[in-house]
């Protein structure tokens, strides 16, 4: 297959990449900037059409996953970079995909678990999950990043594609040994001594294991659905019982906890949100699992065990 990722040159998008090379699969990766990968890198500016588009003609699948970070401060100037970076860059795709003579049959267009309401009582799925938005007293960091993921679907939604197959990957947080991704920064958290619960603990999170999510990737290119998929494990589990099966992968003892107005002094100071760690995101993948799909992580302390092997075995390398 010929797969092409808009913004994939982060953290998933290289995840992604690197397992559909080893597959034997052609991939091309548009980036604003040339990168030194065993792929080909296409530059674009993430919001007009360009040379790029032709990149899409006859392509086999579109997996965009363009967009600003969002682990920074959520200033005026950042919130519209990262609003804008998704929606310019999602109806550029559409644009271009509209336009093509020989569309790809499948366009995987990121989105985010973090749609769905905070909350404690129920897991959201697909069908019976509730958008968030409107939860009471909810934090104006929280409302915008929701407006974010409802915008960026929107513009995916709008894109008027009819030969294309459209999945909107709702996902919750990739876990891989990268350094500099999600899991690296945990880790190191433990290994310092201060992995234990962030603010009261009981805020769920939601996870998938690297190697699933780049198989129900391949499930969701196979597989005829469409609309919103949402890729998490099956098994969210409270803030408190990840950190704890997290030190015990890593075989760590201590692990100081972090209060409340800790978390939001520490991620003032690092130029980040406290929205990304203490946001219940009880989200669960209704959709894959009815689809046959199995995970092969479905419980956290078994992929952590897994993920510190590997962060080991990186280490070790000369």
Not at 54 to 68: Q, Y
Not at 136 to 164: C, G, L, M
Not at 239 to 257: H, K, Q, T, Y
Not at 297 to 317: I, N, P, Y
Request: proline residues 5%; hydrophobic residues 40%; aromatic residues 8%.
């Amino acid at each position: 297959m010929k797969i092409v990722i808009p913004g994939g040159s982060g953290q998933v998008g290289t995840v992604l990449a690197r397992a559909f090379i080893a597959d034997g699969h052609e991939v091309v990766v548009l980036s604003r900037k040339k990168g030194t990968t065993s792929w080909r890198t296409v530059e674009w500016d993430g919001e007009s059409m360009g040379h790029w588009a032709s990149e899409l003609d006859r392509a086999d699948v579109v997996i965009n996953l363009a967009g600003r970070s969002v682990n920074c401060r959520y200033g005026a100037r950042n919130r519209c970079e990262i609003k804008e970076s998704r929606i310019k860059s999602t109806r550029a795709v559409g644009q271009a995909i509209a336009e093509a003579a020989h569309p790809p049959r499948v366009w995987l267009q990121a989105s985010t678990a973090t749609i769905y309401a905070h909350r404690y009582d129920a897991p959201n799925d697909e069908a019976t999950g509730i958008l968030g938005g409107d939860e009471p007293n909810a934090p104006d960091a929280w409302r915008f990043s929701i407006d974010v993921a409802k915008s960026w679907e929107q513009a995916a939604i709008e894109a008027h594609t009819p030969n294309t197959r459209q999945v909107l990957l709702r996902s919750a947080i990739t876990m891989s040994p990268d350094r500099g991704g999600p899991f690296d920064y945990l880790l190191r958290l433990v290994r310092y001594g201060l992995g234990g619960k962030h603010g009261d603990g009981r805020q769920f999170v939601s996870w998938i294991h690297d190697l699933d999510f780049i198989r129900a990737v391949y499930w969701l290119i196979d597989h005829d659905l469409s609309g919103p998929v949402n890729l998490a494990s099956p098994n969210p589990l409270s803030n408190v019982e990840f950190m704890r099966d997290l030190r015990n992968a890593w075989g760590a003892r201590i692990g100081l906890p972090a209060t409340h107005w800790m978390l939001e002094i520490g991620t003032f100071l690092m130029r980040s949100e406290s929205e990304l760690v203490l946001k219940s995101r009880r989200v669960v993948p209704g959709r894959l699992l009815a689809s046959g799909f199995e995970f092969q992580f479905q419980r956290w302390a078994d992929a952590a065990h897994e993920l510190c092997q590997r962060m080991r075995t990186k280490s070790s390398r000369p």
